[in-house]
Structures are given as C-alpha cells and as structure tokens.
C-alpha cells in the first residue's frame, strides 16, 4: 500500500530538499513505497491526505496527522531515532 | 563539485557583525552588489530568518545556512562563507527561540524557477556534509585567507 509523505520547510528550496531524499532513500531501504510531496509549510494543508508529515522547520498546527521533525538530517544529530520514529509510522 | 564555484570575492575570513541582520547586509550585500542577488534579497534574508530561522548547534558548532526563496536570486546559484570572530546570534532552525552562536555562515543563493522543488540536491548534500564535519568546521575556523577556505572545501569533497 503507497504511502504519502509531505516533507515542508519554509521556501521549499533547501533544507526540505535534504529531508525529502533522506525519507526517499529510508523507504527504499525498507521497502516501503512512498510518494514525496515536497511543499513550502504554507501548502501543507492543500496537500493533505498523508500518511506522514517531515518538517525541517518549526510547525505548531496540529493537522491530524504524524509529524516528526527532519531537523536531524541537516544537522546530523540524532538521525537514527528519527528514522526509526519515521518508520514505525510508515510500517506501523 | 562546490569548491570549483566558489568565488573569492564571496569568502569573508575574519569578518565581524552584531547581529544576524548585520550579516545579512555584509554578505547579501556583497551577493547582491556582484550582482548575483535581486535588491531585494537582503530584505528577504532578514524576513524569512525571522520565520524560519536557520542557525544550527552541530555538536557545539554554530553554523548558519541562511536562503531566500528562489524569485531573489538571479540565474547562477552561488554560495557565499563568512567566518566570525565572535558568535552572531541566530535562532536554532525547527526552534523559535533557542539561539546559537553561529561563527561560520553559508549564505546560499539558490537561483531556480519558482515552484520547482527539488533542484540541487547534490550540491545541498554537500553543503550538509560540510557542516556536519566539526573537525572541518575547525579549521574553516583557522583559516586565513579565502584561498585557504576554498582548499579546505576541495579537500572535503574529494572525499565525497
């Protein structure tokens, strides 16, 4: 079954750019089919259904849906808890 | 390969601000003045910093990759470095108000068509491996000269 994950940042030109190919390659890893909306977190909301949301930026709005931060992928720190949160979404 | 695009002009060793707005003026300044940038990035830079900030804590490091969105930047994508002597305050990306002092600031101008995600995901995975090797930012640190600074980036990528 496909799974939808939006990855957001601010302008949608950068760091969300990062986030998207490291969630691309976790689901490849994995076996996960997943499709990339790669958004400005102003188009979140447009964009939903999803079954994850990945911000790089900070997003208070609760859109009822799974959000975890892609923080880790730009600085590097923290990044297997971040994929096994992101998984246990994805495959849960 | 990024080190072949970096242009001297763009490298600021030793530079010195009071503020993140400062460096802004200094180094988007610069981007624009060399024509790089529209008049208004450096409007923009401050605006969006305001709402998506963009310093980093890596492993005590303070790192900054400030951009705007793409209708700022003229036709070439280039990236400007600035190293500080004293920390400038930014406030931590994904955060709204845990700061870090920043000493080394990636400005990048991402040139691009609106709209259109996703475009230079290779020279941005570079960027991010250079900021997460502390021991590079050290010496990023040290260096004296944008020569050096260029040297250092050369030598990191050829590991990639």
């Known amino acids: 079954m496909k799974k939808k994950v939006i990855v957001a940042c601010g302008g949608a030109v950068a760091t969300s750019t990062i986030a998207a190919n490291k969630v691309v390659e976790l689901c490849k890893k994995n076996g996960i089919d997943v499709e990339i909306c790669q958004v400005r977190i102003s188009e979140i909301q447009s964009n939903l259904p999803a079954d994850l949301i990945v911000t790089t930026s900070k997003v208070k709005r609760d859109f009822g849906v799974p959000l975890i931060t892609g923080m880790p992928f730009i600085s590097g720190m923290g990044v297997e808890k971040t994929e096994a949160s992101i998984l246990k979404v994805l495959q849960g | ?160």
């Open chain 2, 1 to 160: 390969m990024i080190w072949e695009t970096l242009k001297p002009a763009l490298i600021f060793p030793g530079a010195e601000a009071a503020s993140y707005e400062e460096v802004f003026q200094q180094v988007g300044g610069a981007l624009t003045k060399a024509g790089y940038t529209k008049e208004t990035y450096v409007e923009a830079l401050i605006e969006r910093e305001r709402e998506y900030p963009t310093g980093l804590d890596v492993e005590g490091w303070g790192v900054a990759i400030p951009h705007t969105p793409v209708e700022h930047v003229n036709s070439e994508t280039v990236i400007a470095i600035a190293i500080f002597k004293d920390p400038v305050e930014f406030v931590q990306m994904g955060t709204d108000d845990e700061t870090v002092g920043v000493r080394i600031v990636f400005m990048l101008a991402i040139a691009g068509k609106p709209g259109e995600h996703g475009a230079h995901l290779d020279e941005l995975q570079r960027i991010i491996a250079i900021i997460q090797d502390t021991a590079l930012l050290q010496n990023l640190l040290n260096a004296q000269s944008a020569d050096e600074i260029i040297k250092l980036i050369e030598e990191k990528e050829k590991t990639l």
